[in-house]
């Protein structure tokens, strides 16, 4: 919660206090992102950013957390950015075709979600780890921790949606294990995480749901996030009841290519070579929602991306999709995102 109007006074003072004893290091610069990030963060300027964090966590923005990705070149892709209580995510569309590349290196843990997108050439890379050159990488994701440098490039083959999500390491630490370690992993797999950093992204772009479960949702990352990095390698979902690695892929990779059409459950199911019952049950067990609810999100993320060029027109994405009418596409579309595709369109900068 912010500090009641009474007590302002009082924290101005312990602020001030705090930044009088660094004011040989200006705040200004202090702050910007630097390949050895302790060598401008002095420990006492660092006090002064853990109590604002303490006190005024909404006010932490994007310039307190240091930067944002670096992208070039910015004329080939669109980018929406959202901020509630002191988080950020953004949001980047890159048309086919088109050569994008990401520099980020800040004391900022960054989380990439890629919801749609293939390259035809690329490279992923993260200080500590060899580099990838994976060319589908929807559905994956991406993890650099605070201080770890990561960079990668495409050349597009497919329309390309990435999430960024920046996550301040104070918060995670208040909110999570203090002990827990959080190391880097390029293009991997974890259907809870994905949810729950999916939940903080909704509830940032949507605007939508107080701090206290936004904060809800932080500390369940700040636990599934190295939680994640020990599961790497275990094959469980078959011994929780879930879709095994091949069952899923072949299900969710027919999705794909049959988004905008009707999908029956039957043919589901026999990708996956279960019973109608059985498979409804292992596919919500391992991604949380039922196949017909997947779907649907599926063809919403496509639409993001196809929104995002001012050349497709609200009513061409809805044809695309599949739907008849443009009111029956506006109204599923607003039932997820919390907007109407031409609100949505709006806030690409």
Not at 195 to 205: N, Q
Request: charged share 20%; glycine share 6%.
């Amino acid at each position: 919660m912010s500090p009641p109007f009474h007590q302002l006074p009082r924290l101005h003072a312990e602020l001030s206090r705090e930044i009088t004893s660094v004011m040989t290091t200006p705040l200004s610069l202090s702050l910007i992102p630097d390949q050895n990030p302790e060598r401008v963060r002095t420990p006492s300027l660092g006090k002064t950013q853990d109590l604002f964090r303490e006190k005024c966590p909404e006010q932490f923005d994007r310039h307190s957390l240091g930067a944002t990705v670096q992208i070039s070149p910015t004329n080939s892709i669109k980018r929406h950015s959202a901020a509630r209580y002191g988080m950020i995510t953004e949001s980047i569309y890159a048309p086919a075709g088109s050569r994008i590349e990401f520099r980020f290196d800040a004391p900022v843990h960054l989380l990439a979600m890629y919801d749609e997108g293939a390259r035809r050439k690329g490279e992923t890379s993260i200080d500590g780890l060899p580099p990838s050159t994976l060319r589908s990488f929807a559905d994956k994701q991406t993890f650099a921790p605070a201080g770890c440098a990561y960079h990668e490039w495409h050349e597009i083959s497919t329309a390309t949606r990435i999430t960024f999500i920046y996550l301040d390491p104070v918060r995670l630490h208040i909110s999570g294990n203090a002990e827990a370690l959080y190391v880097p992993r390029i293009f991997f797999d974890d259907p809870a995480l994905w949810r729950s950093a999916g939940k903080i992204r909704s509830t940032i772009e949507r605007g939508q749901g107080g701090r206290s479960y936004l904060e809800a949702l932080v500390a369940v990352l700040a636990h599934e996030l190295p939680r994640s990095d020990r599961d790497l390698g275990q094959t469980s979902p078959v011994n929780r009841g879930g879709l095994t690695s091949w069952q899923m892929r072949a299900v969710t990779e027919y999705i794909e290519g049959h988004v905008g059409e009707q999908i029956s459950l039957v043919t589901l199911a026999q990708l996956a070579r279960l019973g109608q019952y059985h498979f409804c049950r292992a596919f919500k067990r391992s991604l949380g929602i039922p196949p017909h609810q997947y779907h649907l999100q599926r063809r919403i993320a496509r639409a993001k991306v196809m929104l995002a060029d001012q050349a497709n027109s609200v009513t061409d994405v809805a044809l695309i999709l599949g739907y008849s009418q443009t009111s029956a596409f506006s109204i599923a579309f607003r039932k997820i995102t919390g907007r109407t595709p031409t609100e949505f369109r709006r806030d690409f900068v």
